[in-house]
């Protein structure tokens, strides 16, 4: 490790986390080292027993330490309401759907709406997609219920009373339709966003605070400290910029706000841990919904190639890309099959790294478009890669090969960053780790395994390339922030029986709680 001062003792720290294994991005493990703070940020990183005596000593006891993980994308607001819902994750059959709607509706008042979110088709043993009669157990009350990529919605028979009489004729009719003709109340993507949510009556917003509040703290439990977060600007006034000053972490803004012209924001004061960063674009659907945009027809649906939606589907992609910069923000497109990802490459081409622009997902890949990834910056979901594995072969035939090919994307030079899409999956940072670093699927069988990336590689892809793209400062390097985790095991060496045991952001403990023995000499944290 290096020594930052020239003279130690003229240093001036006012706490030392002493006695660590310090990983801090740059090499391929943890060293052993002291790290040095003053006023929540690194002076620097020493060898072990070298740097001065401060007034707050922390001693992790030899524990493994790295920079927080940073949540490159997820849903704040989304997965905080996730908790006020019907989860459906668990069901794997008609028979459990259907129990579950029964049970939910008849705990609720005789007002409320029933809203779930979770159901995965692909996970149950005939992959039925369900349709209305599977919400027979509602009866009259209206029923919402999200597929686990919140690309695809059920609904009921009051629900689609209630459509806008202008839903009936759109793009040839937004529900989908049975082989009799009769009304599945399934809709897809722009069907579901424009028609469906404007029905849904919105939660009390002191629901909403607590839930957010109750987010953040399990954010923290399990090592984040920093999120890139996708949210409606309605939300962002309403709960999050109130919090600039307060909020327990880093927040970096995408707005999804997408209609043009763009609206320049303002009024919104941004802060060492709060921030507005990007505007988010969707170019296509989702796997499990059939309606990412492939270049040719999915292997199991031999009629289609998937969905262009919004942007990407009105010719007005270059439009939004166009204004995105004019507003100094960064472009953040959504782009999971390989037709649109080869789109959102041939558009981000020209734009100038300072944007810091972003793909997201960049799921299927056309191995052509390999080799023009140098230098672009992929937002993705190992998670998302060990779940979308288990129906690859059938979807997507011989191409599962290149279903998120981490390996050959670094090799081509791009830059990865990690994240979980919370809650189109749990938030499980250490999942997202390992599904990178051990290359299976959900079941822990290998899958392509060869794209595997090294536990450094993934690292940094969860910590300083996600930090960089969420536009904060890299932790634990001199200068930048107090952000880190304490590890119990050594995730370098095997992720797997590895966990978070206390997470510092400003150099503070917020969550967890340190090895035994001596620790600190001011009180310190513990759950």
Request: proline share 7%.
């Amino acid at each position: 490790m290096a020594v930052g001062c020239e003279r130690m003792g003229t240093c001036m720290v006012d706490q030392i986390v002493r006695n660590g294994r310090v990983w801090n991005g740059r090499r391929d493990g943890a060293e052993p080292g002291d790290i040095l703070l003053r006023g929540g940020r690194v002076v620097d990183i020493v060898r072990s027993g070298s740097g001065p005596d401060g007034p707050d000593v922390i001693d992790v006891q030899g524990a493994v330490v790295t920079p927080g993980l940073v949540d490159a994308h997820l849903h704040l607001m989304l997965g905080a309401e996730s908790s006020l819902r019907l989860d459906l994750s668990p069901v794997r059959s008609r028979a459990e759907f259907e129990a579950a709607i029964e049970r939910a509706h008849e705990a609720l008042p005789d007002d409320r709406w029933l809203i779930a979110t979770g159901w995965n088709d692909t996970r149950w043993p005939d992959q039925e997609v369900p349709d209305m009669s599977w919400l027979r157990g509602a009866g009259d009350r209206p029923v919402v219920c999200w597929r686990c990529d919140w690309h695809s919605v059920l609904v009921n028979g009051p629900v689609l009373s209630q459509l806008d009489q202008s839903a009936a004729g759109a793009g040839g009719g937004v529900v989908r339709k049975a082989a009799d003709g009769s009304p599945t109340g399934l809709l897809s993507e722009a069907a579901a966003w424009q028609f469906v949510v404007p029905l849904i009556p919105p939660l009390p917003e002191d629901a909403r605070r607590a839930a957010l509040d109750q987010s953040l703290q399990d954010l923290l439990k399990v090592g984040i400290t920093a999120v890139r977060t996708m949210e409606y600007w309605r939300d962002v006034e309403r709960h999050l910029a109130p919090r600039a000053d307060s909020i327990p972490l880093r927040v970096s803004i995408v707005e999804l706000d997408r209609d043009l012209p763009l609206v320049r924001r303002t009024g919104v004061r941004e802060t060492s841990r709060f921030r507005v960063g990007g505007c988010k674009s969707f170019f296509d659907g989702t796997l499990g919904s059939r309606t990412a945009r492939l270049r040719t027809p999915y292997a199991d649906a031999p009629n289609s190639r998937g969905m262009w939606v919004e942007h990407a589907l009105r010719g007005e992609a270059a439009k939004w890309c166009r204004e995105v910069t004019a507003l100094g923000r960064s472009q953040v497109i959504h782009a999971i099959g390989d037709e649109a990802l080869g789109r959102a490459i041939s558009l981000l081409r020209d734009v100038p790294e300072t944007q810091c622009a972003t793909i997201e997902h960049a799921e299927v890949v056309a191995p052509e478009d390999l080799a023009r990834m140098g230098g672009l910056r992929l937002s993705v979901q190992p998670t998302h890669r060990s779940g979308d594995a288990m129906m690859a072969d059938e979807r997507l035939g011989p191409r599962s090969r290149w279903l998120l090919p981490m390996r050959d994307m670094l090799d081509a030079g791009a830059t990865l960053c990690f994240g979980t899409d919370w809650p189109i999956v749990p938030v499980d940072p250490l999942g997202t780790l390992r599904a990178a670093i051990k290359g299976t699927d959900d079941r822990g069988r290998p899958f392509h395994a060869s794209q595997a990336v090294s536990p450094a590689e993934a690292f940094r892809a969860a910590t300083v390339h996600a930090s960089e793209a969420a536009g904060f400062p890299a932790a634990l390097v001199p200068g930048g922030p107090g952000d880190f985790v304490v590890w119990e095991g050594n995730p370098f060496e095997d992720i797997g029986p590895c966990a978070v045991r206390a997470t510092f952001v400003d150099g503070t403990l917020v969550a967890g709680s340190l090895p035994s023995g001596p620790l600190r000499r001011d009180e310190c944290l513990r759950d």
